[in-house]
């Protein structure tokens, strides 16, 4: 069954410092895409990277890269030198080429301390 | 481009009330999705559209939820009636198309409380 997990609910890191948010996965599909979201306090689900189960590279998308281990079905989110804006949750999603459901993870809340 | 509009923000009822909630997509995008979203949880999906059909909406409560999506461009969503375990986050979303490399974009979205 299709499921993502994301087993830190809080993170805390200091300013200009790197942090990793994990997420794990689960599904028979061989064909799927991995997803980060950041919410704000404001509340708009803002897109930040995508990895496709075939992608060879990880993705990056400036400070933001994915580090995908697909035997381990893990896709792990770093942000690079945080700032006091990256405070927010952070959500993990999946999508099977199957069913094109969406499913979304927990979240993660991450504090940047000036 | 303008994003994804959804009205009103904020709603107040009362349980056994109805409410309806409208969502206008960035255009162009043909798949449609409603969310609900309690708080301090990830959002749930409860109905996808592509264009004006239904998709999926294995997590829609049917007899208290419905959803419409005329002519593939905005959509509504209504509950009626209310319970007080409908207090959430309604948020909506729309993508180019179902494939799985498509993101999402969210609308602000609808937050819902029930008395």
């Known amino acids: 069954a299709q499921k993502i997990t994301q087993t830190q609910p809080g993170m805390f890191v200091q300013e200009k410092e790197a942090v990793t948010l994990d997420c794990t996965y689960d599904t028979s599909d061989q064909s799927y895409g991995l997803f980060w979201y950041k919410q704000p306090s404001s509340g708009e689900m803002i897109f930040l990277i995508y990895?496709?189960?075939?992608?060879?590279q990880n993705a990056t998308e400036g400070r933001y890269s994915l580090n995908f281990q697909k035997a381990r079905k893990s896709a792990n989110l770093v942000i690079s030198a945080s700032q006091l804006g990256d405070s927010a949750m952070y959500f993990c999603a999946m999508r099977e080429t199957g069913t094109y459901k969406y499913i979304f993870g927990t979240g993660t809340r991450l504090k940047v301390l000036a | 481009e303008a994003g994804v509009a959804q009205s009103p923000r904020y709603k107040i009822i009362e349980k056994r009330q109805s409410v309806a909630f409208w969502c206008n997509p960035i255009?162009?995008?043909?798949?449609l999705y409603w969310y609900q979203q309690i708080l301090g949880q990830g959002p749930k999906l409860l109905i996808q559209f592509q264009n004006n059909g239904v998709v999926d909406d294995s997590q829609l409560p049917k007899d208290r939820f419905s959803a419409e999506r005329l002519k593939g461009v905005d959509s509504t969503l209504k509950i009626q009636p209310a319970k007080l375990e409908d207090s959430a986050v309604y948020l909506c979303?729309?993508?180019?198309?179902?494939?799985?490399?498509?993101?999402?974009?969210f609308g602000p979205g609808t937050r819902l409380t029930v008395t």
């Open positions: 255009s162009g995008h043909a798949t």
């Open positions: 979303a729309s993508s180019l198309g179902q494939g799985i490399s498509y993101e999402q974009y």
């Open positions: 990895q496709g189960s075939y992608d060879e």
